[in-house]
């Protein structure tokens, strides 16, 4: 099975930029859909990207409108989200998610592996 970890994460002024990164191990990333999801505290965990194994990416309009974009590197084994224009609102813990299967991506239950998660806090 394929284990994730999350790097990147840490403490910006709005209007910033991150790069988190999901690391594999265990299993290329390359046979996995990856997702990106964020918790915000007090709240439920919310789908933000995807990418497929065809590289086919997703994201969720009304978290990022524009601001993200998510790239594979498969020679790191490595799957990354940029972030931009970073809002006080995008403070949550970011996690990456590792799918065996089928759609749909913005699920949770479609998601087989979890990683620990990265803290991104922004502030105004």
């Known amino acids: 099975q394929v284990q994730l970890e999350e790097s990147g994460g840490g403490l910006v002024q709005a209007g910033a930029s991150l790069r988190l990164s999901c690391a594999a191990s265990?299993?290329?990333?390359?046979?996995?859909?990856i997702g990106w999801f964020r918790q915000a505290p007090g709240k439920e965990r919310d789908f933000v990207a995807t990418i497929t194994t065809s590289d086919i990416t997703a994201f969720c309009a009304d978290a990022v409108k524009g601001r993200a974009t998510i790239s594979r590197d498969n020679a790191k084994n490595t799957v990354y989200l940029q972030m931009n224009s970073l809002k006080p609102e995008d403070t949550a813990v970011y996690y990456c998610?590792?799918?065996?299967?089928?759609?749909?991506?913005?699920?949770?239950?479609?998601?087989?592996?979890w990683g620990q998660g990265t803290q991104v806090t922004v502030s105004s």
């Open positions: 998610a590792a799918a065996a299967g089928g759609a749909p991506w913005q699920l949770m239950t479609s998601y087989n592996y």
């Open positions: 265990g299993r290329p990333i390359s046979n996995y859909v």
